[in-house]
């Protein structure tokens, strides 16, 4: 019976085996048949990935690729059975690759409803940038006022910093040059060159050793991972995976951006406090406390030892100065640690506990931690309760103090030397607790035998650890907290373990361990002294019982004392603050009043200025005005006078021209004050410049037998310059000299280049002397302000109105020039002036004409002339019909417009075209014209003729669609030079 038993057994046994052998086979089956169908469920996407800063990095298949964007494509792997398959490029290249359908995804690019037809945004975002202006260090002509930015020269990238750039100039009204580059590369190294005056960059770029500073914030706008327009699929994939990241981790974003973006252009860009405190202090002198490693020591050589020494130098070179020599100094206790920082004796002290209310009680300020420290108790027994706990501290060590006064204020205290005496009155049950360094506990423990009998926790409050300086010294605390901020945060943990202190036993120690060895001799000992002491203890009882009654009386009059101290001194305090706030409020209405008392002064000197300008401007605009009416009137009285009527007309014209100096000179003055003028260097012959502006006065010269002295030493001839401007400049201080040198007079003019700052730069000298009459030390000191001359038109019969110097000094620094005046009473003026320009090369030679061309035949030409002005319609009709011409009017752009849609398509040759007039305007009316269906009108020749006459208004005339551009007054040669010209192109 039991050996059937057994056999059936056995079969079941076999039948269990064989089952089992096929259920492994199978699965291995299925294991290697289900890997490759997870392997092909991979979707392999195409990402566009091209380098930038803290954002992506390593862009060449096998380099180590880092950054946010690259972290944060990785991240999505979890959510998505995403294979990345990496296109390298520039950004600008990645974009249009996206557009056309060959890549798949492309970070960073920020929302715009536009692209919306070309690419596909997911609902979130994958972070947010913000946007800063950056300049050039040296640059100070841009500021931290939008303002500042008017006529400079803006680079930024396309897409969306293009975008920030057009809102934030709109936004503020400014006029600017943007200049967009498809390469962040190629954008800054433009700013290094030059050729911009500021960029727009995200704010966690660093540019480190490059030059540039922020000079204003951009504004922020959030960045999408983008998605190939033909791929739905991994847009889908997308919003699923980031709607489950942002839901697991709420914090995820932030958390990238302070991994990445921790060292950005705000944290490792120095104040300018800051950077002076550096450059002050060649030497930082810190205080330590001895016998506190890991922390600091002083070794056996006298020499700083612990984390400390590794510490300071470490904060310096994150801030990027190494050659400040560290010096230290051990003090035995933190009293004397502290007074030493009170007398000035050290700079900062370590280690402090970071805690402003501790170190206010000091007029003390904390750094930032440097490390969050643990403290342990040590107490014998059973655990404590830590609200009524005797605390036993190491008075030498005042870090403990504090942190005992930050968390257990109301405890009792007992102060010993050292460590030690703190834990054997803990042994000896006279405290309760000690309070210790979590890093120091294991070495404390082990010093001597008796400490066995004590247990160890850990305190739940940590404590920060750092430096404190002197309130006074704020700045060098800053510098601290801005090298802490830099560095590695575990930097001070890592290397406290390489100075833990080692403890060596001592003979007594060794003892102490083997206590068996003097037991016998310490049992007969220990017999006699109990003995005694009981003896001792029984008459000192009483004693003691009454002592204690007088010591608990005492001890509550000490507690009502502290309690009213205590009050005295929160009134005294707030007195203090009261008398404080008092005087900062003194201190304010003084300050305002002076204030107020400056600007009424500075108003009435203005208003004073301007009234002797609108004086003098009344008298020097009467002047030419009645020459033109004078000389007009007695015209009319003897008409058939020819010879003296025609004498008549040059002096009227000559006083037209007066009149046009004048109000060009107020015109010019009003452009410069708005920051309308912009200086345009191009490549110019220097020399052929000065002649031209010296030949100007030729006439005047040889009227007046002046004697004209020029010597030009110029090494480079050919130069980048403003030919305007600096003719502007040149004429206007030559027309003093030859207005002001009496007859027989000499004028000199001096021009020599001297060596320029850069290697491919030169710096023009221009003097400029006279032996004319001279100006008063006083008037100098005023000379470049506005509406200032010496004496007015009357007193010397000297048209001007005192703004010519004043333009001269402004052009000239705006040019980053420099100019001076010497001048005395009687004998004569020299003005110096220097600005620096670029060397260029003589450019090829032009081929010049000696044909002389033929008087152009205008006949049969037809013009038709929009201008809303009868009397000026009138003289450019009798003008142009004199040259041949027909000529029809239009009042305004309305009629234009009608009257050329209405014409045969080239019935009229030309439109000349005012600029301001009612109804339609000239630039709205060219734009209509050169939008007409038909071409040819489309096509006509528009010539602009306008008041407008300064060089942005023909700029933005030929900007909306005009040929050229023609100044009022009327230049009879200048125009038909103009038309000659244009005629004969559209024939070409």
């Not at 017999?527 to 010591?551: A, G, M, T």
């Not at 014209?653 to 345009?680: C, G, H, P, T, W």
């Not at 050919?718 to 502007?728: A, G, P, R, V």
Request: net charge negative; aromatic share 10%; hydrophobic share 40%.
């Amino acid at each position: 019976m039991r050996h059937g038993q057994r056999i059936f057994l056995n079969k079941i046994k076999l039948l269990f085996c064989i089952v089992a052998f096929f259920a492994c086979l199978a699965g291995t089956f299925r294991i290697y048949y289900t890997a490759p169908v997870e392997a092909n469920a991979e979707k392999v996407v195409r990402v566009g990935y091209f380098v930038e800063e803290g954002f992506q990095l390593g862009d060449q298949d096998g380099e180590v690729k880092s950054g946010y964007g690259y972290d944060f494509l990785q991240r999505l792997k979890l959510y998505t059975n995403w294979k990345y398959e990496y296109v390298y490029g520039p950004y600008g290249e990645l974009y249009d690759k996206l557009v056309k359908g060959e890549i798949d995804l492309l970070g960073g690019l920020a929302y715009r409803p536009e692209r919306e037809a070309v690419l596909s945004y997911p609902k979130n975002p994958m972070g947010a940038s913000q946007y800063l202006f950056f300049k050039r260090s040296s640059n100070n002509h841009v500021t931290t006022e939008p303002e500042s930015l008017n006529g400079k020269r803006i680079g930024t990238l396309t897409g969306a910093h293009a975008k920030v750039v057009e809102k934030y100039i709109a936004t503020h009204n400014i006029q600017a040059t943007v200049i967009v580059y498809e390469d962040l590369k190629e954008r800054n190294r433009a700013l290094k060159n030059g050729d911009i005056d500021v960029m727009l960059a995200e704010a966690y770029n660093t540019f480190r050793d490059m030059g540039f500073e922020v000079c204003l914030e951009g504004g922020t706008t959030d960045f999408y991972l983008a998605v190939n327009k033909a791929r739905p699929d991994i847009l889908a994939d997308l919003n699923r995976a980031q709607h489950r990241l942002y839901k697991e981790n709420q914090n995820y974003i932030s958390d990238l951006s302070r991994k990445w973006f921790k060292r950005t252009v705000f944290t490792s860009a120095l104040s300018p406090e800051e950077r002076q405190w550096l450059e002050n202090h060649h030497t930082f002198r810190v205080g330590y406390l001895n016998h506190y490693l890991p922390y600091c020591d002083t070794d056996a050589n006298g020499e700083v030892t612990g984390v400390v020494k590794d510490l300071v130098p470490e904060i310096f070179k994150a801030l990027g100065y190494t050659d400040i020599d560290v010096q230290y100094k051990g003090y035995e206790t933190g009293v004397d640690l502290t007074r030493a920082l009170q007398n000035n004796d050290i700079d900062v002290i370590f280690p402090a506990l970071s805690n402003y209310w501790i170190t206010e009680e000091y007029d003390m300020l904390p750094s930032d931690p440097v490390i969050n420290s643990y403290f342990n108790i040590l107490y014998k027994g059973d655990y404590p309760d830590m609200s009524t706990a005797k605390i036993a501290i190491a008075s030498r060590l005042g870090v403990l103090d504090d942190f005992r006064a930050v968390y257990y204020p109301d405890n009792k205290v007992i102060y010993f030397d050292s460590d030690e005496e703190a834990m054997d009155a803990v042994v000896r049950g006279e405290a309760d607790v000690v309070i210790v360094s979590g890093l120091r506990t294991e070495f404390l423990l082990h010093k001597k035998s008796s400490y066995s009998v004590l247990r160890t926790i850990q305190l739940p409050d940590d404590a920060s650890l750092g430096f404190a300086g002197m309130n006074a010294d704020a700045v060098g605390v800053s510098v601290l907290n801005h090298g802490i901020t830099l560095m590695d945060k575990d930097f001070t943990l890592t290397r406290s373990y390489a100075y833990m202190p080692h403890l060596e036993m001592t003979p007594g120690e060794f003892l102490k361990q083997n206590i068996w060895i003097p037991v016998g001799a310490i049992l007969v000992i220990s017999s006699l002294i109990v003995f005694f002491i009981y003896r001792e203890n029984s008459r000192n009882r009483e004693h003691l019982d009454e002592s204690e009654k007088q010591i608990q009386e005492i001890t509550v009059l000490n507690s009502i004392l502290q309690d009213r101290q205590l009050r005295l001194e929160e009134l005294t305090a707030a007195q203090d603050v009261q008398l404080e706030k008092t005087k900062v409020l003194n201190e304010m209405l003084q300050s305002q009043h002076k204030k107020l008392e400056e600007a009424r002064e500075a108003a009435d000197v203005a208003n004073q200025a301007k009234t002797s300008f609108l004086f003098n401007m009344s008298h020097d605009i009467r002047t030419p005005l009645n020459a033109i009416i004078g000389f007009t009137e007695l015209e009319e009285r003897d008409p058939d006078n020819v010879e003296l009527n025609k004498e008549y007309r040059k002096k009227v014209k000559l006083a037209s021209y007066q009149l046009l100096d004048i109000l060009n000179n107020v015109l010019e003055m009003s452009r410069i004050e708005n920051k309308k003028v912009v200086i345009d260097e191009e490549l110019e012959d220097g020399i052929k410049l000065l002649n031209a502006c010296v030949a100007v006065f030729e006439g005047e010269i040889k009227k007046k037998n002046l004697k004209l002295e020029v010597s030009c030493d110029l090494q480079h001839r050919y130069l980048y310059l403003d030919k305007t401007h600096l003719s502007e400049v040149v004429m206007n201080i030559v027309s003093n000299s030859v207005k002001y040198t009496p007859e027989g007079g000499m004028i000199q003019i001096r021009v020599k280049e001297l060596p320029g700052k850069k290697a491919e730069q030169c710096l023009v000298e221009v003097s400029i002397k006279d032996t004319g009459i001279g100006m008063s030390e006083e008037f100098v000191a005023e000379i470049f302000e506005q509406f200032s001359r010496a004496r007015n038109t009357s007193q010397s019969g000297i048209q001007g109105t005192g703004l010519g110097m004043a333009i001269v000094k402004n052009l000239v620094e705006m040019m980053n020039g420099e100019i001076e005046v010497h001048s005395k009473l009687g004998e004569g003026t020299e003005i110096v002036f220097r600005t620096p320009h670029r060397i260029g090369e003589k450019p090829s030679a032009a081929v010049d004409s000696n044909v002389q061309e033929a008087a152009p035949d205008f006949s049969g030409k037809r013009i038709l002339l929009v201008e809303d002005n009868e009397l000026n319609a009138e003289i450019a009709t009798a003008i142009l019909e004199d040259s041949g011409f027909k000529v029809e009017h239009a009042c305004d752009g309305v009629e234009c417009v009608d009257m050329l849609t209405k014409a045969e398509a080239g019935y009229y040759d030309m439109i000349l075209m005012d600029i301001q007039m009612p109804n339609l305007n000239g630039y709205e009316a060219t734009r209509k014209i050169r939008n007409l269906d038909d071409k040819a009108k489309a096509n006509i020749i528009i010539v602009a003729m306008t008041a407008n006459a300064f060089k942005e208004d023909k700029e933005r005339a030929l900007e909306v669609g005009m040929n050229d551009h023609l100044a009022k007054p009327i230049d009879v040669k200048k125009m038909m030079d103009t038309l000659t010209y244009l005629f004969k192109k559209a024939e070409a």
